[in-house]
C-alpha cells in the first residue's frame, strides 16, 4: 500500500511517501523549487519522491491532505461574523484565496499529481502533527499535546494515542479554539520586534537570551490560564483580545493596546542592534518576557495533559514545538518521563502524520520508529568526475578516512566548508547531511559567519555538534535519554570551562542547540569529529545548515555549488570529493575588511 | 502598441507615488517580478553553452539583487505594508502567492508544453526589457522631486540598458543563422506578449470587480448577519462555535473522506 | 473544470448542512453564490468584465 501525505498552502509545503506502512521518504518543496518557505502544492517533491521510490502517481493508493479545508472555511465564516463591522481587509483577503484557490484543493491535488479525485483523503490538522510525532516513535500509547498557531478551529489540542492491532485509536480530550492561539501569540510579538511571521520566530527566541523577562507579568496577563482545577474539557487559557488584531487584520496581529503595554514596535526589517540602547534592550526584555510566558503555559498544558491521561509519554507537536528552549524546558520538567517531539513539528510535519495515520487506520499501524531524520533526496555525485564548479579545484579521496583527515586538516585550519553527504535532513534542522561546518572557538567566529556566510543578525548564534561519548563533558542540562539533543530539538548548557573553547556555539546565556551525534546516526561525520578532535582535541564543530540568507537548504549538488559561492566558502566536501577555494577568495577572516556589495551576487 | 502599458503605467505613476502603501505594495509586485525572471532566466542558463551562459547567469544574478534592492525599498516606505501576516489566521495571502500556487501546479501538469527556441527567448527578453527600460525612465523623469526614485533607479537602469543590449545581440546572432524560423518565432512572442496585457487588464477588471462584490457582500450581508448574530448570543469574537467536539474521533471512510 | 468546482461547492454547501457546521448554513449559502462569480472570474478573466457590470 502506497501513501503520499501532503501538507500545502500556507507555508512550508512538504510531502512524505508511506509504503507498506513505512516511512520511507519525506522532503519540503523548498528543497526543489528553491523558494523559501515555499507554500505551493509539492508537485517537485512528490515527483521526485516517486521516481526515488521507484513508483508512479498511478500506484499511489492514497494522497493525503494534511487538513480539512472545509472546516477551516466555516471556521473563517464565523470569524467574520464575530469580527464585523471590523475585519473587511481579512475577509476580502480571504473570500479571495478561498475561491480563487484554497477550496479546489482536492481538484488542483488530482490534477498536479495526476491521481483520481477520489483518491484524495483528508486528515485532520492536529490528528497530523501528533501522530507525525506517535507513529514514529515506539510507543503503544501516549498522551499528545499540540500548540501551533491555529489549525481548523483549534489551535491547542490536549488528546490520547494508541495503537492496537485494530489500528490507530484517538480521543481528543480538551482544546482550545481560535482566535485563543499561543502559536498566534508568539506570531505578534514576532511582528511587533520587527520579524518576518514564520520566519522570525527562532530570531525571538535568540534575542530571548539577551534581556530580562520584566514584562512577563504583562504579557501574562494577555494570557489567561485557566485554573489548575478546571472540569475537564475546560482547560486551556484564552487571549486578551483588546491586545491583538490577528483575527481582524491580515497586516498587523496586534492592536494599540499591546503598543501601550510594551511600548512602540521596532520598525519591521530594521536590522537588529544589540547596542545597549534602551529600545534594543527593552525588545530583548520583551522577548525574554514572551518566552517565559510561553514556557509557563506550556508546563501548565503538560501538567494537565499528565493528569487527563495518567501516561508517561508525551508527543508534543505542531510549530510551536520548534522551540527547542520551551521543548528544553518541558524535557526538563519531568511532568512525563519522555517528550516526544517531531523533527519537523511545524506545518511540514503534517505530511508525514497525515500518510502515516492514514496508513495506520487502513490495516498498517506498525511503523518502524524513525531514526535519524534522514528522508531526503541522495546527492548525485559520479564517482569518476567532480562535481562541475570550476571556481574550486578538486581534489579525491581514496578512501573515507583520508576524506575525513583532510576536512579535519582544513577545518582545524580554520576553514568554513560545506558538507553534502548522504540523504537530506527532513525538517529545519541541519543534522550533517547538509551542513556548513566550522571550529567552534575563536572570539570572532560567531560575527565573521553572521555577517559573512549567513548575513544575518550579530546576536544569533551557531549550533555545535558534539560526540555522544564526550557530550556530558561538555555540556549538562540534558533531557531524558537525550533523545531531543540527538535532533537538535532542545536548548541545553554549556559547561563554563568549555564556552571559551565552544565560543561560536554558545549563546550569550550560556545555552547551546546541540546535536548529540551516535555514530549510527551519521557514521562519516562522526569520523570526522573523531579526527577534528584528534587534532585539535576539541570533540565539537560549529554546524549550521547549508544555505545563503533568504535560501531554502541545499538539496543537489548543484545547490551546494551555487550556494557555497554565494557563501564564499573555503571549501565544499562532497565525498569522495573536497573542493578547495583559493584564500583569496573565501571567507575574510576576522580582522579582514568587509567585501562592498559588487563582490557579491 | 506594445509599449503602450508601461507608458501609462509610467505616466500615472505619481498617483503610486504618492501613496506610501500603493508604492510599497507595486514595489513589491516588482520585487516579484524580478525573482520570477531570475529563477526562469537561470534555468535556462543552464541549457546554453559557454560564454552565453555565463552571460545569462549575470543578468539572473542582478535580477536577484534588483529583488533585494526593491524589497528593502518597499519596506523603507510603508513597514506594515510589507510585514507579514500573524500566521494568515484569516486563511489569506498575497494575490500574488495565490496566482503563484496556481501557476505552479499548471506548469508542471504541462511538461510536455513546447519551450521557446533562443531567439524567441532572446526576444522575449529584449522586449520586456526595453519596456522596462521605458518605464523606469518615464518613472525618473516624472518623480525627479522625489529623492528615492533620483537615486534607485539609475542603479537599476543601467543593468537593464546592459540586458537590452545582449538580448537584441544574441537575437540578431540567431536570427541571421535563420531568418524565417525567427521571423515567425518573432510574432509568436508578439502574440504572447500582448496576450498577456489583455489578460492583466482583465485580471485588473477582475479585482476591481471582485473588490466590490466582497465590499457589499461585507457591509451589505455579514456585518448585518454578524450583529444581530451577536446580539442573539450566536457567536462572539472570543468564542467562535458553542463547543469544541471532544471524545474518541472515529477514524472511519467517512472521516477521511470528508474535506 | 466548471463541473468540478460546483462539485467542489455542492460539497461544501454538504458539509455545511451537517449540524457542526450548521451555525452559518444561511450566509454560507450566500458566500458561495458570490464566490461562484469570484471564482469565475478568476477562471475565465474573459468573462470578469460581463460577470462585474452585473453589480
Not at chain 1, 151 to 170: I, K, N
Not at chain 1, 246 to 274: C, Y
Amino acid at each position: 500500500m502506497n501513501v503520499c501525505g501532503v501538507s500545502a498552502q500556507y507555508h512550508d509545503a512538504a510531502t512524505a511517501l508511506v509504503v507498506d506502512g513505512q516511512l520511507v521518504s519525506a522532503a519540503q518543496e523548498e528543497r526543489f523549487s528553491r523558494r523559501k518557505g515555499d507554500p505551493s502544492i509539492p508537485v517537485r517533491a512528490v515527483r521526485r519522491l516517486l521516481d526515488d521510490a521507484g513508483l508512479a502517481p498511478g500506484d499511489l493508493d492514497a494522497v493525503v491532505f494534511y487538513e480539512k479545508p472545509f472546516q477551516k472555511f466555516f471556521r473563517i465564516v464565523a470569524s467574520s461574523v464575530a469580527n464585523a463591522p471590523f475585519g473587511l481587509t481579512a475577509f476580502r483577503a480571504a473570500l479571495h484565496a478561498w475561491f480563487e484557490s484554497r477550496l479546489w484543493i482536492r481538484t488542483d491535488l488530482a490534477r498536479a499529481l495526476e491521481v483520481p479525485r477520489e483518491r484524495i483523503a483528508f486528515s485532520d490538522h492536529h490528528l497530523s502533527h501528533a501522530a507525525a510525532v506517535f507513529l514514529t516513535h515506539d510507543v503503544g500509547s501516549a498522551a499528545t499535546l499540540v500548540v501551533d498557531g491555529v489549525g481548523e478551529w483549534a489551535t491547542t489540542t490536549l488528546g490520547r494515542m494508541r495503537r492496537d492491532d485494530d489500528g490507530l485509536r484517538y480521543e481528543v480530550l480538551e482544546t482550545v479554539d481560535f482566535p485563543h492561539s499561543l502559536g498566534l501569540l508568539y506570531s505578534a510579538i514576532t511582528a511587533y520586534l520587527g520579524f518576518e511571521v514564520n520566519e522570525g520566530e527562532y530570531k525571538v527566541m535568540g534575542l530571548a537570551a539577551h534581556g530580562e523577562p520584566r514584562f512577563a507579568e504583562e504579557i501574562g496577563a494577555l494570557v489567561e490560564a485557566a485554573a489548575d482545577d478546571a472540569p475537564r474539557g475546560t482547560g486551556g487559557f484564552r487571549l486578551d483580545l483588546r491586545a491583538f488584531a490577528h483575527d481582524r487584520s491580515v497586516q498587523k496581529g496586534w492592536s494599540r493596546r499591546l503598543e501601550t503595554i510594551l511600548g512602540p514596535p521596532n520598525p519591521p526589517h530594521r536590522p537588529f542592534a544589540a547596542d545597549g540602547s534602551e529600545d534594543a534592550r527593552r525588545y530583548a526584555d520583551v522577548a525574554a518576557s514572551l518566552q517565559r510566558v510561553l514556557e509557563e503555559r506550556l508546563l501548565r498544558l503538560a501538567r494537565r495533559a499528565r493528569e487527563l491521561t495518567g501516561e508517561s509519554t508525551l508527543c508534543y507537536g505542531g510549530g510551536v514545538a520548534l522551540n527547542a528552549v520551551a521543548n528544553g524546558v518541558l524535557a526538563r520538567s519531568g511532568v512525563f518521563e519522555r517528550l516526544l517531539v517531531h523533527p519537523a513539528s511545524g506545518d511540514a510535519g503534517g505530511a508525514v502524520g497525515a500518510a502515516l495515520a492514514w496508513a495506520a487506520t487502513h490495516g498498517e499501524p506498525r511503523a518502524a520508529p524513525l531514526g535519524a531524520p534522514l528522508l531526503g533526496t541522495t546527492p548525485d555525485v559520479r564517482d569518476d568526475a567532480p562535481p562541475d564548479a570550476d571556481d574550486l579545484a578538486w581534489e579525491r579521496a581514496d578512501d573515507q578516512d583520508a576524506l575525513c583527515e583532510r576536512v579535519a586538516e582544513l577545518l582545524a585550519d580554520d576553514r568554513v566548508l560545506g558538507w553534502v553527504h548522504g540523504r537530506a535532513e527532513w525538517g529545519p534542522r541541519a543534522l550533517g547531511a547538509r551542513s556548513i561546518l566550522a571550529r567552534p572557538d575563536g572570539p570572532d567566529q560567531q560575527a565573521r559567519l553572521n555577517r559573512m556566510v549567513k548575513e544575518r543578525e550579530d546576536f544569533r548564534p551557531f549550533a555545535p555538534v558534539v560526540l555522544a561519548h564526550r557530550a556530558d563533558e561538555l555540556f549538562e542540562g540534558f533531557g531524558p535519554g537525550r533523545a531531543l539533543e540527538r535532533r537538535m530539538l532542545s536548548v541545553v548548557t554549556v559547561r563554563p570551562a568549555w564556552r571559551e573553547r565552544l565560543a561560536a556555539a554558545t549563546h550569550v546565556d550560556g545555552s547551546a542547540r546541540v546535536q548529540v551525534l551516535h555514530e549510527e546516526d551519521a557514521p562519516l561525520l562522526h569520523r570526522l569529529l573523531l579526527a577534528f578532535e584528534r587534532r585539535t582535541s576539541l570533540p565539537a564543530l560549529l554546524n549550521t545548515s547549508f544555505n545563503h540568507a533568504g535560501e531554502p537548504i541545499v538539496d543537489s549538488v548543484t545547490d551546494a555549488v551555487a550556494s557555497a559561492r554565494r557563501c564564499r566558502l573555503d571549501a565544499l566536501a562532497i565525498p569522495p570529493y573536497v573542493g578547495l577555494r583559493s584564500r583569496a577568495d573565501a571567507v575574510p577572516r576576522a580582522g579582514d575588511t568587509t567585501p562592498t556589495d559588487a563582490t557579491r551576487c | 502598441m506594445i509599449y503602450l502599458r508601461e507608458t501609462v503605467a509610467g505616466l500615472i505613476s505619481p498617483w503610486v507615488v504618492l501613496s506610501p502603501t500603493r508604492f510599497a505594495r507595486q514595489l513589491q509586485q516588482f520585487a516579484a517580478t524580478e525573482l520570477y525572471t531570475h529563477y526562469d532566466i537561470a534555468e535556462v542558463a543552464e541549457r546554453q553553452p559557454s560564454p552565453l551562459r555565463e552571460e545569462m547567469h549575470r543578468h539572473a544574478n542582478d535580477e536577484l539583487r534588483h529583488h533585494g534592492i526593491f524589497l528593502d525599498w518597499a519596506r523603507k516606505v510603508a513597514p506594515y505594508v510589507t510585514a507579514g501576516a500573524a500566521d494568515d489566521p484569516s486563511g489569506s495571502r498575497s494575490r500574488l502567492e495565490r496566482e503563484e500556487v496556481r501557476a505552479l501546479v499548471a506548469q508542471p501538469a504541462a511538461p510536455h508544453r513546447r519551450l521557446p527556441t533562443l531567439f524567441e527567448y532572446m526576444t522575449y527578453i529584449f522586449l520586456s526589457e526595453s519596456r522596462a527600460v521605458l518605464q523606469f525612465k518615464l518613472y525618473q523623469w516624472i518623480n525627479r522631486y522625489d529623492r528615492r526614485c533620483r537615486e534607485w533607479i539609475p542603479r537599476l537602469l543601467a543593468d537593464e540598458t546592459r540586458h537590452v543590449g545582449y538580448s537584441a545581440r544574441v537575437a540578431r546572432e540567431e536570427f541571421r543563422r535563420a531568418p524565417w524560423t525567427c521571423t515567425k518565432g518573432f510574432f509568436r512572442v508578439l502574440g504572447y506578449i500582448l496576450r498577456q496585457d489583455l489578460l492583466d487588464l482583465l485580471r485588473l477588471v477582475q479585482i476591481l470587480g471582485s473588490g466590490l462584490v466582497t465590499g457589499l457582500l461585507y457591509y451589505g450581508v455579514v456585518t448585518p448577519y454578524g450583529l444581530v448574530k451577536r446580539a442573539f448570543g450566536g457567536v462572539r469574537r472570543g468564542r467562535l462555535r458553542r463547543a469544541a467536539p471532544t471524545g474518541p474521533v472515529a477514524l472511519d471512510d467517512a472521516f477521511w473522506s470528508r474535506s | 473544470m466548471l463541473k468540478e468546482r460546483l462539485q467542489t461547492l455542492g460539497q461544501l454547501v454538504r458539509e455545511g448542512a451537517r449540524p457542526e457546521n450548521r451555525q452559518h448554513f444561511v450566509l454560507v449559502l450566500v458566500l458561495v453564490v458570490a464566490g461562484l462569480v469570484i471564482a469565475l472570474g478568476a477562471m475565465y478573466p474573459l468573462v470578469a468584465p460581463f460577470l462585474y457590470t452585473l453589480f
